[in-house]
């Protein structure tokens, strides 16, 4: 049973890792200064901060993937107890499930409505709260993609079902054509007139969804959830590949980890090849973007799998922060939105927050303008890495 209880310190360091990149992304002491592989593509294109949500939503799915392996297996004591061999009922499933990712599209919508306006200089209106998110998205690709794999139980099955919901995406974006009295939607990938903005504001005004260059446009809107829901499907088909590598098994001495490696690079290779007639856009969540992010999570995946098997004292001191954030993931992640949205609103004085005073001490110090706002970052990461190791065993991890 210790055994059946170790946690997988690869997923939990992929997990903290990362957490870290999405601290560092989010909490930039000025906004105007960071450099360029910190930012987010505006629209159409690649930069480093793109890959930290998908990574995400991949660890995500590798997650659920153990945990239903652990949960529901065919084998072992969930089955039958191993001195009466009496079978036994499985955990409950769908309530649990469902609990779980109700918990996580509230909080999201907490966060949005973070402070309601109690903060000094904040205001609140519910008709601009935007109910879509990060954790909105997390939410509904946790519920509907553990849904998938308690279904598809093989890597087969749940290729299929992958190329389904690609198919699908496909279909909602390159098929239809609607015309409204506000223009245009339906085949395209622009900005204004793609049909995944349609269905949103469809649903709701465009005072709740986010703004993209100025224009209403939700990056975690509903259509484009699909692209997320492959991302997390990306990750359980990772975890299945350790599982079962006779599928994908070649002759010629590779080893049991090779058809993971395969993936990982045709993966990348299919995704810059298909970004040749669909672009990379993280907004939209295109199947390029999907494959090259899912590619490369993969890879350093496999590659933290590695480095761990050295068990060096300086890889334990790299490593143990990082950990900690991968055990405590959603609290890290609530706990880092509700200080630096605070400090960001927070008014010591008009125009001035309680961030900008902090950060104006530390600019003062007369670094270049980026390397300050890198290390104020850096520091905020290190205050929530302290915090989620003194968290310890009390561990909230969404899975």
Not at 75 to 103: M, V
Not at 302 to 315: D, M, N, Q, R
Request: overall charge positive; glycine content about 8%; aromatic content about 14%.
């Amino acid at each position: 049973m210790a055994l059946a209880n170790q946690r997988n310190r690869a997923l939990d360091v992929m997990r903290g890792l990362t957490i870290a990149l999405m601290i560092i992304v989010n909490t930039p002491g000025d906004w105007q200064n960071m450099f360029a592989f910190l930012h987010h593509a505006e629209w159409h294109g690649f930069l480093g901060a793109d890959v930290v949500f998908p990574f995400f939503l991949f660890v995500a799915g590798y997650a659920a993937a153990l945990k239903l392996k652990k949960s529901y297996s065919t084998t072992g004591p969930h089955c039958a107890s191993a001195l009466t061999l009496e079978e036994q009922s499985p955990p409950p499933f769908y309530l649990p499930l469902l609990r779980r990712s109700l918990i996580l599209f509230a909080i999201g919508v907490f966060l949005n409505a973070w402070p309601f306006g109690f903060v000094p200089g904040s205001t609140f209106a519910v008709e601009k709260l935007r109910i879509f998110g990060v954790l909105q998205r997390i939410a509904l690709c946790v519920f509907f993609g553990t849904l998938v794999l308690r279904a598809a139980r093989s890597p087969m099955k749940l290729m299929i079902v992958m190329i389904g919901v690609a198919a699908l995406y496909e279909l909602l974006m390159r098929v239809f054509f609607i015309t409204t009295a506000d223009g245009h939607f339906g085949r395209s990938f622009a900005l204004e007139d793609n049909f995944a903005r349609y269905v949103d504001l469809s649903l709701l005004p465009s005072a709740m969804l986010y703004k993209v260059k100025g224009v209403a446009f939700d990056p975690e809107g509903i259509v484009t959830t699909l692209g997320a829901l492959l991302s997390f499907l990306f990750g359980s088909l990772f975890y299945y590949r350790k599982q079962s590598p006779e599928a994908f098994r070649r002759p010629g001495g590779f080893s049991t980890d090779s058809p993971r490696y395969f993936l990982a690079f045709g993966c990348l290779a299919a995704g810059f090849a298909a970004s040749l007639v669909e672009p990379i856009n993280k907004n939209l969540w295109t199947l390029p973007y999907v494959l090259v992010t899912a590619g490369g999570a993969m890879l350093v995946f496999g590659l933290l799998e590695v480095f761990l098997l050295w068990k060096t004292i300086a890889i334990e001191k790299f490593t143990r922060p990082l950990e900690s954030l991968g055990r405590n993931p959603l609290a890290v992640y609530v706990l880092s939105g509700v200080v630096a949205k605070a400090l960001a609103l927070w008014q010591l004085a008009p125009g001035q927050s309680l961030k900008a005073w902090l950060y104006s001490h530390l600019a003062s110090v007369g670094m270049p303008a980026k390397i300050s706002s890198l290390i104020y970052s850096i520091l905020f990461l290190a205050l929530m890495a302290f915090i989620a190791s003194r968290l310890r065993r009390f561990v909230i991890v969404a899975r």
